[in-house]
Each structure stands twice: as structure tokens, then as C-alpha cells.
């Protein structure tokens, strides 16, 4: 009995093999390279606590730390977002399409934490911020939408700071 040679492959066969090898190389090298080298991750900030007692937490900071800033007498524009602590949205600058802006230090109709927790924002910073009972709507809260003693989840985008000179004129 003689045995039968082996099947020589054919180029297209060899040229297939060497392609499919080639591209899993590829890929495999490419995805290895993405998992790396692949788009930054933003970077995270510590929260913080004010002396006031707001919990501080930074989403975006802007690196330019050139930019205004929140002080007293600044005029500030923003969105604000404030929920309850079970995430029920109680009011949005946002969803109404409409920033609100003030000057910092000036009676404006917000809860007072909220004001101590942007002081020191960069324009086009963004953070969220828990506010304590006592600096949000109190032991009254605000009949039918804040529950009497609710924190408060606020999430502010500063949209413009103009500098307390530049503010008023002067």
C-alpha cells in the first residue's frame, strides 16, 4: 500500500493563511495599543468640605487658571441643576433653557450653600455640590416640590465670572 502524498496547498490557501494571521496580528496589536495608549481619561479632583459644610465634589476644572474666578462682588452666570438626595429634580436652569446671574454677595433667591460652594470656580468650571438642610431650604423646605430638612444634590456649570471691578462698573 503506498501512501498518498500530502495535498500541496495552493497559493490561494497560503496567501489566505498569511492575510488572516496578519490582520489577527493587526487587530490584536491595535487593540493592545488602544488599551494603553487609547483617549485619556478626564482626570478626577478630590471632594472637599467647606467651612460652611458643603460637601464639594469638581467635575471639570478648567487648566487655565488665568480664567476669573468667584469672589464676592463677582457677577456670575450659570446653569444649575437641584435635585433631592433621591435624584428628584426640584428646579433647572437648564431644562427651562434660561442661566440665571447675579452678583455674589447680593440677595438672589438661592440657597445660601450653593453660593458657598461655587466660591473660588473658574468660568467654564463645572461641580456638584451636597448642601446641608440648614444652608438649602431648612426645617421649612418648600412646600410640595423640598421636603422640610432635605439636602440638596446641586450641580452648577459656571458659564461667565466678570470680576467684582468689572462688575460694577468701576
Avoid at 497560503?14 to 494603553?36: N, P, Q, S
Amino acid at each position: 500500500m503506498s501512501e498518498e502524498p500530502a495535498p500541496v496547498p495552493t497559493t490561494m490557501q497560503i496567501l489566505t493563511k498569511r492575510t488572516f494571521g496578519g490582520l489577527a496580528f493587526a487587530i490584536a496589536a491595535t487593540l493592545g495599543a488602544c488599551a494603553l495608549f487609547g483617549p485619556p481619561r478626564p482626570p478626577e479632583y478630590e471632594p472637599y468640605t467647606t467651612a460652611t459644610g458643603v460637601w464639594v465634589k469638581d467635575l471639570v476644572v478648567p487648566l487655565d487658571a488665568s480664567l476669573p474666578r468667584v469672589v464676592p462682588g463677582a457677577r456670575v452666570t450659570m446653569h444649575y441643576d437641584i435635585a433631592l438626595e433621591d435624584g428628584t429634580l426640584v428646579d433647572s436652569s437648564r431644562e427651562r433653557g434660561q442661566s440665571v446671574e447675579f452678583v455674589v454677595g447680593e440677595e438672589n433667591g438661592l440657597p445660601p450653600g450653593l453660593l458657598h460652594g461655587i466660591e473660588g470656580m473658574l468660568r467654564s468650571g463645572r461641580r456638584t455640590m451636597h448642601v446641608p438642610p440648614a444652608l438649602a431650604f431648612g426645617e421649612a423646605g418648600v412646600p410640595g416640590v423640598v421636603p422640610p430638612n432635605a439636602m440638596l444634590v446641586v450641580t452648577v456649570e459656571l458659564l461667565d465670572v466678570v470680576p467684582p471691578a468689572a462688575a460694577t462698573g468701576g
